[in-house]
């Protein structure tokens, strides 16, 4: 799912601040003081949750190399504070965003456990998807220019003879394929922003556009390779995914609910 990500670094300031303003974190067990401070424990387990999540072992050398970590942090901080740090006013805005970031992320995370998906509702986004998809796949080359002049001198040469692989290292803009000469991987049309598309599913294998199609990206020359019948993933294969883009899309929807009713100055 598209939420912000939650990096060791992001970790650490979300945990200091709970750290600092739970009853919990003050009052729960202690990892290690530092010049009398204590560090509380739970800081060390909300990071090592937080890497769990992202498939990281919870090993004892982890969990070692962490508390040295979280000491020499403290240290650091201990330090900053005596110079009078804690007071400067970018750090007081940087303090103020890095709550509001933990206080979004604790919202996503409640919307995420109070609205499960059904099964019901993951059939009818398996169902979606299969239409939305379609029943085949294309393989295809093109070439992304910035003008339409540009991409008809492009279709002139080839027409004549030119190779479409050079044209493409020597032309394309588009990074991702111009070093493999505009190829591009096996895709559905629904992969692709319109009208690329339907220009791709109108062509013959081997046939290029007599035109260039324009996208915001800029000016297409398509040439389409090869059709294949398009074998959807099994149901239970892609379940974790459905369930991903439905719970997206309602969040999205609950928020752009929430803007509507905010009342903005």
């Known amino acids: 799912m598209h939420f912000m990500k939650f990096t060791r670094l992001a970790a650490l300031g979300i945990s200091g601040l709970i750290a600092a303003t739970t009853v919990q974190a003050q009052t729960g067990s202690t990892m290690a003081k530092v010049n009398g401070t204590p560090i509380p ?18 090993t004892p050398e982890a969990r070692k190399a962490l508390r040295e970590d979280l000491i020499t942090e403290e240290v650091i901080a201990q330090e900053a504070k005596k110079k009078g740090l804690d007071r400067d006013p970018d750090f007081i805005t940087q ?23 059904s099964d019901e509702e993951l059939h009818k986004e398996y169902e ?10 294309y393989k295809a080359h093109h070439i992304l220019v910035a003008t339409e ?6 279709i002139a040469k080839l027409k004549k003879g030119a190779k479409f692989d050079k044209l493409a290292g020597e032309k394309s803009l588009d990074t991702g394929s111009k070093s493999k000469g505009g190829e591009l991987d ?16 109108k062509l013959h294998k081997g046939q290029l556009t007599d035109q260039p199609v324009k996208t ?12 294949r019948p398009l074998k959807i ?22 928020i752009n609910d929430l803007r509507s009713k905010a009342k903005v100055e």
Do not use: C
């Open 41 to 58: 424990q739970s800081r060390l387990e909300f990071i090592m949750k937080a890497r769990a999540s992202q498939g990281q072992p919870d």
């Open 149 to 154: 002049e540009e991409a008809k001198d492009i």
């Open 95 to 117: 303090l103020d965003m890095a709550r509001q970031t933990a206080m979004v992320r604790a919202y996503q995370i409640d919307y995420i456990k109070n609205h499960p998906v």
């Open 128 to 137: 979606t998807v299969k239409t939305q998809m379609g029943d085949k796949e």
């Open 216 to 227: 915001p990206f800029g000016w297409h020359v398509i040439r389409l390779d090869d059709v």
């Open 233 to 254: 993933p099994p149901f239970e294969e892609i379940k974790q995914n459905l369930a991903q883009r439905v719970l997206q899309r309602q969040f999205a929807a609950s």
């Open 186 to 201: 096996w895709s559905p049309a629904a992969s692709y922003v319109q009208p690329f598309a339907e220009a791709l599913t």
